[in-house]
């Protein structure tokens, strides 16, 4: 079986167009390629193990989901820290010598 060295730009379409379907095997097979193959050349580009060194790592989330979970930690952390006034207000009212200990 002849062995064929494929280009980084071939590779580099073949994994995006998989991370953008999900659908290693049908991507596999559209380009007449073994899925593990696939498989394979995603998990390097996502170690940053690909081809040259120039190639940038993409991250897996796009930038709406992104986005979405960077409003959900503002919301988290916000709550947290409403959640320390109110215990530092409680800890002040029944120990009001404690005031300028937590401040």
Same mark, same amino acid.
């Given at each position: ?11 580099l ?8 379907t ?29 081809? !040259? ?6 991250? !897996? ?12 930690l ?30």
């Amino acid at each position: 079986m002849k062995r064929i060295k494929h280009s980084n730009d071939f590779k580099l379409q073949v994994i995006k167009e998989a991370q953008e379907t999900g659908k290693i095997t049908l991507v596999a097979r559209r380009y007449e390629l073994n899925p593990n193959m696939v498989s394979r050349w995603i998990r390097e580009y996502k170690e940053g193990k690909f081809g !040259d060194a120039d190639v940038a790592v993409l991250p !897996d989330l796009d930038s709406k989901e992104l986005s979405k979970e960077n409003e959900k930690l503002k919301i988290l952390l916000g709550e947290k820290d409403l959640e320390i006034a109110i215990l530092r207000d409680l800890i002040t009212k029944k120990n009001p010598h404690l005031l300028k200990n937590l401040k």
